[in-house]
């Protein structure tokens, strides 16, 4: 029996008719173009990583938007969901704690094989970190890793510093993953253009010190396209096909 996509924006199916190995790409890269709901996203995404672990699926980059809408990860603390009514909220396996996802933000779904890539969890979420930080660099911004802090981060030198003096930083990507048979699910997500208010439901990712800001904030007139552009051509230099 096939799976399809429930998507508006896209359509694929896993069965008996599936491209034998040789004739599929290594990863395939899929866009939708309209907001996809939460629950059919979560949906695909179990039925596509299950087809990669048994060889009927290619490997797959999902670019997609949300409506608004909360994410609670496995660490999420009740504490830390401040507007509880303010859009729907949906408890979700990945890793993580609770993370805003609305139009105007890319994400990204990563469903890529690690029994092939090398099973090294810190490995991978180096890689996606890499892969952003790249891809932002091609608008000339400088994404940086915080030890402790999950995510990429840029500097704020035009806000004031914190109050013990540090420097502000805002958060512009969230990275949050889960392995089923050793195959990746979720990914990331990098802000474009979202309204940054949405973020003021939660305590995004726990972390209560610093802020949010998206590449438009940062007077950038990127584009999703432009985006999306920069991370086709700096993927394959964080995600070598395997031999």
Known sequence: MAAQGASRGFSLRFDRDAPKAHDR??????????????????????????????????????????????????????????????????????????????????????????????????????????????????????????????????????????PDGTPREDKIAAIGVRLKRWVSLHGLAVNVEPDLSHFDGIVPCGIRDHGVTSLVDLGLPVTMGDLDLALRQSFARHFPDPP
């Open 25 to 162: 790409p290594m990863v395939e890269w899929i866009e939708s173009r309209e907001p996809v709901p939460y629950p059919e996203a979560v949906a695909w995404m179990e039925a596509r990583a299950e087809a990669i672990a048994r060889g009927a699926a290619a490997e797959a980059v999902w670019l997609l938007e949300h409506p608004p809408l909360y994410t609670a990860g496995t660490s999420a603390r009740p504490a830390d969901l401040r507007d509880p009514g303010r859009f729907p909220v949906f408890p979700t396996r990945r890793g993580g704690q609770f993370t805003y996802h609305g139009p105007g933000q890319r994400v990204v779904y990563v469903l890529l094989d690690l029994n092939r890539r090398g099973r090294d969890v810190r490995a991978f979420v180096r890689a996606l970190e890499a892969w952003v930080i790249d891809a932002l660099a091609e608008f000339g911004i400088r994404g940086e890793r915080r030890e402790g802090r999950v995510g990429i981060w840029v500097l704020r030198p035009d806000r004031a510093p914190n």
